[in-house]
């Protein structure tokens, strides 16, 4: 499994932009990039994935590199709301690989009002 | 829509004590995973399903046991607890493949082992 990098902590004020980013450099040709948000005493949330090109959803977009070593979560207008823990990580699209989501430390968001 | 609802939320178990916890949801996926996170750690599979009676180990099934009687329910049993089982546990679904879909978690049952 590719393993990720990502920054312990970022910050954010309210209505700014965010951009949060994820190393993936040993990601293979079949693994998806998938992030995933967990507030505290919470369930993980899905937030979005992508293989290669750039995506975009209600909650967020995910621009991932030309060589796929890395990607960016971009929240647009950043809430209090979306202070959590994001985290990234690298889903191989291979038989075996049923269920398998491995999370790293993630990035503690904070939002500031 | 309900998603993914785990029943208890929270139990204490002492050692050698048994438990079901329950899982079912509600949007038809034949996926559907168990998981458990330490304190400050990450996720690690404990078993999965593909499909209604058809279900397989993950990373660490030891002292865990799972049933897939239906496609809405997936119950996970413990047998002979032990304080290295205190943790949370997280149910899942999803539509597909988990590479390629979306998966929905549940709110958690916080273990306790004593």
């Known amino acids: 499994d590719a393993k990720t990098t990502q920054p312990n902590s970022m910050e954010s004020n309210e209505e700014e932009p965010v951009h949060l980013p994820c190393n993936h450099s040993?990601?293979?040709?079949?693994?998806?990039i998938h992030w995933y948000r967990q507030l505290p005493s919470q369930g993980p949330e899905y937030v979005i994935h992508g293989l290669t090109s750039n995506v975009n959803n209600r909650m967020a977009s995910l621009a991932i590199a030309e060589d796929r070593k890395s990607s960016t979560l971009i929240l647009h207008r950043a809430t209090l709301r979306d202070a959590a823990v994001y985290y990234c990580t690298a889903i191989n699209a291979g038989g075996t690989s049923y269920g398998k989501l491995t999370f790293g430390q993630g990035t503690i968001l904070t939002v500031h009002p | 829509n309900a998603g993914v609802t785990q029943t208890p939320k929270f139990r204490i178990l002492k050692i050698g004590q048994s438990m079901t916890l329950q899982c079912t949801q509600d949007?038809?996926?034949?996926?559907m995973y168990w998981y458990r996170q330490d304190p400050g750690m990450g996720l690690k599979l404990i078993y999965y399903s593909v499909g209604a009676g058809i279900t397989d180990k993950g990373e660490v099934p030891n002292g865990y046991n799972v049933s897939r009687s239906t496609t809405e329910d997936f119950p996970l049993r413990l047998e002979l607890a032990a304080p290295s089982q205190t943790s949370v546990y997280f149910c899942?679904?999803?539509?597909?493949?988990?590479?390629?879909?979306?998966?929905?978690f549940g709110q958690g049952t916080r273990l306790t082992v004593v």
């Open positions: 899942a679904s999803s539509y597909s493949h988990i590479s390629s879909s979306e998966a929905f």
């Open positions: 040993t990601i293979s040709g079949t693994d998806y």
């Open positions: 949007m038809n996926h034949n996926y």
